[in-house]
Structures are given as structure tokens and as C-alpha cells.
């Protein structure tokens, strides 16, 4: 007869790291919609003006259209200033209170713009209104390196960054019904409440750090602390700030995030355009044609961020959609005199590309810089988009006063696009999944 000694134990440690791999997937449950639902509370408050001034703003305010434009740039230059010192913070103090700062702030600041009359106390809420926001994507990528790894990095951007598309969809339907209900000035009012209301829900569900969370186990959070502690073991030291700012990749970054930023202007500014023609012809479903891009934008980010993590490639996610972008921006604008559904094709391919590699391309830096720098260069990148953002403001509407056309300014976006795709892939990234020359568990040695 066999005794219970004839047959062998259990792996004790395969049942303890499938308990640890089961509990650490909750990250993705607590974590990720948290940060989806506050960047797309942020979209909303933010591209909503759009929708404010095609409204008549400007003509219930009585302010010239000059003025008009000028609200909707300061809003970039209050997004653009304040992004350093709001990731500093994060890093520093806390990302989870940050956010939750900001998320009371600019749901004040949006419902106040449908309530302040007079121009220049409208042209400092819009200003504040841009402070507000600059601090929630540098604080929540700083808070995603604090809960997930190298090798989840893309889907987490991914997921936190498809709040922009994704709030386009259902922005456009939403903010249009309310205007035509309660007018636009209580759609400001309406449209801010949200997110005050979910700073609360953010800050009774979001920790900075996995051992602060209940619902984490002491052994899951130092499993997970190993690992992004063996991460760090692959960066170079950096003192500080200044020497980061002259790492040769973060200044290629910061150039290559601006001309990308300013031919994502020429989608949002072409797509509106596109369609308008579109409806001229008599084609009754404009309003819906408006969010297919968006969807293709969605479906390829998250394909992209998850082939980006499973290869550990982030250049090759990045510049082909890029560059495939801008030559699509440009074939949209070239056809859309002969044949509106080629040009709307190209717009397709031009939305969906010129989205795509948002999730890689913010991997990149917590993969060359250690985390005491990496949290405030992502936001002197993000703060160099904003100024993109700008820039093709200007420039296209400065092109198209000089040459009569607005065929010099999207050539121009067109050029932009194809040029911040060249410039990834000529820079040096992290190699491929360096991290399996780590020794196992680095407290040891």
C-alpha cells in the first residue's frame, strides 16, 4: 500500500507566486480606470471650449474674434509652464493628492467659464484652467511607475491615454445635446461638476505606492517592489534635473514631441473641415463619420501598446506610424477637392497612425532615466507638445494669411509628422528585454 509519502508535495513556491501573480492583477482593476476616467474628465474640460465657441462665445460676450482666440492660447500657455513643478511634486510628495488638486481645480475653473462675463477675469480662469491640467499627466505617469513594470508599461500609457480619443467619441454627441438643450453656458457649468465629484472617488481609491493600497498583500508588494527595483539597476545615475536635460535622447525627445504635436493640430483642425464639404454633398452621416477615425485611433493603440510590451520595442512602434501619418495628412488634403471619401480615407489612416504610439513613446523615458528625473522630463516633454500645440496655432493661421491658402500649413503639419518619425528613429533606446540578465533577487547579493 502507498503512503501519502509515495506521492510528491506540491511546489510550494509555484502556488505562493501564482497567488502573488493573481493578487497583483487587481493593479489593473483599481488602478488603470481610475486613471482613464480622470484623463478623459480632463479632455472633456478641455477641448469643450471648442464647442463653446462654434456656439457664439465670442458673440454673447461681445469680444472680437481676436480675443476670442486668444482665451483659447492662453489655455496652452497655463498648460505649458506649469508641468515641471506640478511633476516635481508628484514625484516628491504625492502624484494621488496632485491629481486630486487638479481635478477639483479645473472642474471649478470649466463650470466658471460659462458664468464669468468680463474678458480678462475669462482670460485668467482660462489660463489657471491650463495650470490645473498640466499637472494630471505627469503626475499619472509617475504614478504608473510606482505600480507597474517595463513590461507592462505600454498598456498602462495606452489605457491612461485613451481617454483623448475616447472622449472625442462621446464628447461630441454629449456637449452638442447639451448646447442645444441648456445653451452653452450652462454646458460649461454642467460639464465641470463631474469632475469635482470624482476628485473624491480618485482619492478614496488611489494610493502613491502598492504598500499603501489594503487591497495588496505584503507579499505581493514586495515581490512588485523587487521588480521595479531590479528595473533601476539597468539606468545610468543622474544627479539631477540639469544633467538629464542634456541626456542626448531627452533633447531629441522634447524636439521630436513638438513637431508631432503640431501635426496632430492639422488632424484636428483638417477632420472638421473634411466633413463640413462632406455634408455640403448632401452625405447624411457626417455626424458619425466624425468619430470613425477615433475608433480606428483606439482599436491601433491598443494593439500597438500591447506588441510594444510583449517585444520590448518601443522605436519600431513609433516612427513608421508616424511618418505613415504624415504622408496620410497630406494625401488627405491633396484629394479632398476630387473625391470626398479618398480624402476621408486618408484622414482614417492619418487619425488612427498619428494616435498609435502614444503608449511606447512615454515608455521610453522611464526606460533611459532613473525615477528621480524621469517623472519631470516626461513632463518637459509633454510641456514641449504643449508649445507644438501653440506653434502650429500660429503658424498655420500666419501661413494662411500670407499665401491667401491653407495649402502652405498643412504641408507644413504634413512635414512635421514625417519629421518627428525620423527623429525616433535615429535615436538610441533601451535594448531588448535587458532585464532577464538581472539576478533574481538583488536583496540577496
Known amino acids: ?36 476616467v480622470t484623463y478623459s474628465l480632463a479632455y472633456l474640460d478641455r477641448a469643450n471650449y471648442g464647442f463653446g465657441a462654434a ?11 481676436s480675443r476670442s482666440a486668444l482665451l483659447a492660447a492662453l489655455f496652452f500657455l497655463g498648460y505649458f509652464l506649469f508641468q515641471i513643478p506640478g511633476a516635481a511634486f508628484a514625484r516628491r510628495k504625492s502624484a494621488r493628492f496632485l491629481v ?21 477675469m475669462l482670460a485668467l480662469d482660462r489660463l489657471l484652467l491650463g495650470a490645473a491640467e498640466s499637472f494630471i499627466l505627469p503626475a499619472m505617469l509617475i ?38 438643450a441648456v445653451g452653452w453656458q450652462m454646458t460649461f457649468v454642467l460639464e465641470g461638476i463631474p469632475s469635482i465629484l470624482w476628485g473624491f472617488a480618485w482619492l478614496f481609491v488611489i494610493r502613491d505606492h502598492p504598500h499603501q493600497a489594503p487591497w495588496l498583500s505584503p507579499d505581493s508588494c514586495s515581490v512588485l517592489k523587487d521588480r521595479l527595483e531590479r528595473e533601476q539597476w539597468l539606468l545610468p545615475k543622474v544627479a539631477n534635473l ?11 525627445l522634447t524636439v521630436q514631441y513638438f513637431f508631432w504635436s503640431l501635426g496632430v493640430y492639422g488632424f484636428v483642425l ?31 493603440m491598443l494593439l500597438v501598446g500591447h506588441f510594444s510590451d510583449r517585444s ?45 504610439p502614444y503608449g511606447p513613446f512615454f515608455a521610453i523615458i522611464p526606460e533611459i532615466l532613473p525615477k528621480n528625473v524621469a517623472g519631470e522630463i516626461t513632463a518637459l516633454v ?39 518619425g525620423a527623429i525616433i528613429y535615429c535615436m538610441r533606446t533601451a535594448s531588448n528585454n535587458t532585464l532577464s540578465t538581472l539576478p533574481e533577487n538583488p536583496r540577496n547579493d
Not at 55 to 65: E, F, M, P, Y
Not at 104 to 114: D, I, M, N, Q
Not at 158 to 166: A, E, H, I, Q, R
Not at 325 to 350: C, D, H, P, Q, R
Open 143 to 180: 504614478l504608473l511607475t510606482n505600480w507597474f513594470t517595463r513590461a507592462e508599461r505600454s498598456r498602462t500609457n495606452t489605457l491612461l491615454l485613451l481617454g483623448n480619443p475616447v472622449t472625442v467619441v462621446w464628447m461630441s454627441l454629449a456637449t452638442g445635446y447639451l448646447i442645444k
Open 242 to 252: 540639469t544633467s538629464a536635460m542634456r541626456h542626448p535622447s531627452v533633447i531629441l
Open 382 to 420: 509633454n510641456s514641449c507638445g504643449a508649445l507644438g500645440a501653440f506653434a502650429g496655432t500660429w503658424l498655420v493661421g500666419l501661413l494662411e494669411a500670407r499665401t491667401g491658402n491653407s495649402r502652405a500649413g498643412f504641408l507644413l503639419m504634413s512635414i512635421s509628422l514625417v519629421l518627428s
Open 100 to 120: 486630486f488638486f487638479a481635478l477639483v481645480s479645473w472642474g471649478t475653473l470649466a463650470s466658471l467659464t460659462g458664468v464669468i462675463r468680463n474678458f480678462w
Open 312 to 356: 520590448f520595442r518601443r522605436k519600431r512602434f513609433i516612427w513608421p506610424f508616424l511618418i505613415l501619418s504624415g504622408f496620410a495628412l497630406l494625401g488627405s488634403y491633396l484629394t479632398a477637392g476630387e473625391s470626398f471619401w479618398w480624402s476621408y480615407g486618408f484622414l482614417i489612416v492619418a487619425g488612427a497612425a498619428m494616435y498609435a
Open 270 to 300: 483638417w477632420l472638421p473641415s473634411v466633413i463640413q464639404k462632406g455634408a455640403s454633398k448632401g452625405i447624411a452621416i457626417t455626424g458619425l463619420l466624425s468619430g470613425v477615425p477615433y475608433v480606428f485611433a483606439i482599436l491601433l
Open 55 to 65: 456656439a457664439g462665445l465670442a458673440k454673447t460676450l461681445n469680444i472680437s474674434g
Open 1 to 36: 500500500m502507498k503512503s501519502t509519502a509515495d506521492y510528491p508535495e506540491p511546489n510550494i513556491l509555484d502556488i505562493d507566486g501564482v497567488r502573488t501573480e493573481k493578487v497583483l492583477r487587481k493593479r489593473w482593476l483599481y488602478i488603470l480606470p481610475s486613471v482613464f
